[in-house]
T-cell receptor, first 113, second 114 residues
Framework: AQSVAQPEDQVNVAEGNPLTVKCTYS??????LFWYVQYPNRGLQFLLK????DNLVKGSYGFEAEFNKSQTSFHLKKPSALVSDSALYFC???????????WGAGTKLIIKP | DTGVSQNPRHKITKRGQNVTFRCDPI?????LYWYRQTLGQGPEFLTY????????KSRLLSDRFSAERPKGSFSTLEIQRTEQGDSAMYLC????????????FGEGSWLTVV
């Protein structure tokens, strides 16, 4: 069965420090991996995705994510956090045979000044 | 703005009343999705259209819920005889066909049933 795990409910980072939000997945076929961000009372905004190719994917707002097939992970990273990055982050996966996205539970990212 | 548009953004209704939400997807997108999200949780899939055909409905979608996409463009989600448990944000999203294509979300429609 397909699944996504975001092991941390909350991540706290000081402004200017690097941040990592973790995501691991399980799919039967080749994974298509996505990160979305959600600000309070707003919809989900697409950040980046991995379909194929280079394992390091760059996305919006300076975020990037690294696909690691052996560890079945797709961690979201940013070299220098901003207070405005504080939000809820969701990882999602689908395999090539399924239109549906399977969602992680979300990680609340808090960036402290 | 050519993103996914949802209205109304907020709706407060009394228990037992019917409500309808509208979604206008990105114009060239042939797939349209409805999700429900409660506070602090991830989105829950409700239903999905490819063009005008409703191809799947979640078991979460009771008989009180109905969705349409009559001309393969905009969609409506109607909830009949609302219950307090229906209070949530209803998210619409759209994409092009293809598993690698990105699903883009609207800003959501908040429903509060009192």
């Amino acid at each position: 069965a397909q699944s996504v795990a975001q092991p941390e409910d909350q991540v706290n980072v000081a402004e200017g420090n690097p941040l990592t939000v973790k995501c691991t997945y399980s799919v039967s076929g080749n994974p298509y991996l996505f990160w979305y961000v959600q600000y309070p009372n707003r919809g989900l905004q697409f950040l980046l995705k991995y379909i194929t190719g280079d394992n390091l994917v760059k996305g919006s707002y300076g975020f990037e994510a690294e696909f690691n097939k052996s560890q079945t992970s797709f961690h979201l990273k940013k070299p220098s956090a901003l207070v405005s990055d504080s939000a809820l982050y969701f990882c999602a996966v689908r395999d090539g045979s399924n239109y549906q996205l399977i969602w992680g539970a979300g990680t609340k990212l808090i960036i402290k000044p | 703005d050519t993103g996914v548009s949802q209205n109304p953004r907020h709706k407060i209704t009394k228990r037992g009343q019917n409500v309808t939400f509208r979604c206008d997807p990105i114009s060239e997108h042939n797939r349209l999705y409805w999700y429900r999200q409660t506070l602090g949780q991830g989105p829950e899939f409700l239903t999905y259209f490819q063009n005008e055909a409703q191809l799947e409905k979640s078991r979460l979608l009771s008989d009180r819920f109905s969705a349409e996409r009559p001309k393969g463009s905009f969609s409506t989600l109607e909830i009949q005889r609302t219950e307090q448990g229906d209070s949530a944000m209803y998210l619409c999203a759209s994409s092009l066909q293809g598993t690698g294509n990105t699903i883009y979300f609207g800003e959501g429609s908040w429903l509060t049933v009192v």
